[in-house]
């Protein structure tokens, strides 16, 4: 199938790759001509494991090309996708000037029927504005989709290429049996495609990333309680997860939630409740205990260092708001490393992939390690943002050695409070127990 790609940011170049990648003739499409210059060189903007290799794959076999000829393109393609960014507006809504300026643009563009494909996390209702901004420059038939992406940063080709589901959201028999052969290749094993109307398409993104990001404030929330009352909340993860009505996925407390979607999405879809009269508390809420959950760790440091932090040294392992990305939108890292810095501390950092990300933001602020034992190496204590798995079996003696003081605030819980404190570590976790 011949295939458009609107907007070759995350959603979209990883789309696009994977499409290509089962067969489909793809251009993928960005307004940003030194990005597509780098992309036509093999130079891809994003960090996300295995894509350089299937970009590199699909554009030799000529399956995936880059352009920044939006007309041309949409003129070869039968299916056109819309990826392009919807950031956050003044009062938490999704902006959609980029979704509706491609749209325009696309109508001007189709000159047979075409199928468009609104893969951007947009507001329900968003289709219907699309339709009609095609309509108002087009006679030419054509029908909206709403396709939602799931894409877990980090495993992104594995999620678009064994999927849990594929939403889409038409009323048109003809958009959904294209739809359904396009995605044919990824659902061999079993039908994983749900068709639904597009409204519901459209609030099932938002209303997932809601509920995912409620189950990690929920246990952030426990952890607090915990360390109160003097349980662990490891233990009573497991004995909550463990039942099959809840599940262990997204039950793991710390340092709080970040990235392009969480943040962005629950304040869309409260913004969206409140348009429409709904006073949505329960996410209000889940934000605050977010919001208060990145501070936790310099909290800690605080109660330890009897409120004073000046002229002390820290290290910092993990700088992306995840694992397998370098990506540091709405990261803890941040929260943490501007409030150690506000207390008159040093901080050296080491992260694997997300160094020039943590450069733009901190500058010359703080130090960069090029190894996890760099960033020890006469601290006063240590403190673990991201849960890299190269994180979990360092050298502890080593570590000791090189560190000022055996100190580790573990915001990920990625050791054992026990072995910790067997190894000579004063160690503080996220509801271990009473604050440690």
């Known amino acids: 199938m011949r295939v458009a790609v609107i907007g070759s940011g995350y959603v979209g170049l990883v789309a696009g790759t994977c499409f290509a990648d089962s067969g489909n003739d793809v251009i993928c499409v960005d307004i940003d001509e030194k990005k597509i210059a780098g992309l036509n060189q093999g130079i891809v903007p994003i960090y996300e494991p295995g894509l350089d290799e299937l970009i590199e794959r699909n554009t030799k076999a000529g399956r995936l090309r880059f352009s920044t000829d939006?007309?041309?393109?949409?003129?070869?393609?039968?299916?056109?996708?819309?990826?392009?960014?919807?950031?956050?507006?003044?009062t938490g809504e999704a902006d959609l000037q980029y979704v509706l300026a491609a749209a325009r643009s696309i109508?001007?563009?189709?000159?047979?029927?075409?199928?468009?494909?609104?893969?951007?996390?947009?507001?329900?209702?968003?289709?219907?504005?699309?339709?009609?901004?095609?309509?108002?420059?087009?006679?030419?038939?054509?029908d909206v989709v709403s396709n939602p992406e799931f894409l877990k940063e980090g495993a992104a080709i594995e999620d678009f290429v064994k999927p849990d589901r594929v939403v889409i959201g038409t009323d048109s028999q003809r958009a959904?049996?294209?739809?359904?052969?396009?995605?044919?290749?990824?659902?061999?094993q079993r039908d994983r495609i749900l068709f639904m109307d597009p409204r519901s398409a459209e609030m099932t993104k938002y209303a997932a990333n809601a509920m995912l990001a409620t189950r990690i404030s929920f246990m952030n929330e426990i952890a607090r309680l915990c360390e109160r009352v003097g349980a662990d909340v490891e233990a009573v993860r497991m004995g909550v997860g463990t039942d099959s009505r809840i599940g262990l996925p997204f039950l793991?407390?710390?340092?709080?939630?970040?990235?392009?979607?969480?943040?962005?999405?629950?304040?869309?879809?409260?913004?969206?409740?409140?348009?429409?009269?709904?006073?949505?508390?329960?996410?209000?809420?889940?934000?605050?205990?977010?919001?208060?959950?990145?501070?936790?760790?310099?909290?800690?440091?605080?109660?330890?260092?009897?409120?004073?932090?000046?002229?002390?040294?820290?290290?910092?392992?993990?700088?992306?708001?995840?694992?397998k990305t370098d990506d540091m939108r709405e990261a803890p890292s941040?929260?943490?490393?501007?409030g150690l810095l506000g207390k008159g501390a040093k901080v050296v950092a080491h992260d694997p992939?997300?160094?020039?990300?943590?450069?733009?933001?901190?500058?010359?602020?703080?130090?960069?390690?090029?190894?996890?034992?760099?960033?020890?190496?006469?601290?006063?204590?240590?403190?673990?943002?991201?849960?890299?798995?190269?994180?979990?079996?360092?050298?502890?003696?080593?570590?000791?050695?090189?560190?000022?003081?055996?100190?580790?605030?573990?915001g990920r819980n990625i050791f054992s409070p026990g072995k910790m404190r067997e190894r000579g570590f004063t160690y503080y976790g996220i509801g271990r127990g009473r604050d440690e």
Not at 70 to 87: D, R
Not at 107 to 118: F, Q, S
Not at 121 to 138: F, K, N, Q, S, Y
Request: net charge neutral.
């Open 176 to 188: 959904r049996e294209i739809m359904g052969e396009l995605y044919a290749p990824f659902c061999r």
């Open 107 to 142: 109508g001007k563009a189709i000159e047979r029927y075409t199928v468009i494909v609104d893969k951007s996390t947009v507001p329900v209702g968003t289709a219907d504005l699309v339709r009609r901004e095609i309509a108002a420059v087009t006679d030419v038939e054509f």
């Open 252 to 323: 793991y407390p710390g340092t709080g939630w970040g990235g392009s979607c969480f943040p962005k999405d629950v304040k869309a879809l409260y913004t969206m409740g409140r348009e429409n009269g709904l006073d949505f508390s329960l996410l209000r809420a889940v934000t605050q205990v977010n919001e208060e959950q990145k501070r936790t760790l310099l909290q800690k440091a605080l109660r330890h260092y009897g409120n004073s932090l000046d002229g002390k040294t820290f290290g910092v392992w993990g700088l992306a708001f995840k694992p």
């Open 70 to 90: 939006l007309a041309a393109s949409v003129k070869q393609s039968e299916i056109v996708f819309i990826a392009v960014g919807t950031p956050e507006g003044e």
């Open 353 to 410: 992939v997300a160094h020039e990300t943590a450069r733009r933001i901190f500058g010359d602020r703080i130090g960069y390690a090029e190894t996890p034992y760099g960033a020890v190496e006469g601290v006063d204590a240590l403190f673990v943002v991201t849960e890299w798995n190269e994180f979990r079996r360092p050298d502890f003696d080593r570590m000791k050695a090189l560190m000022k003081a055996p100190v580790i605030f573990d």
């Open 334 to 338: 941040i929260v943490l490393i501007e």
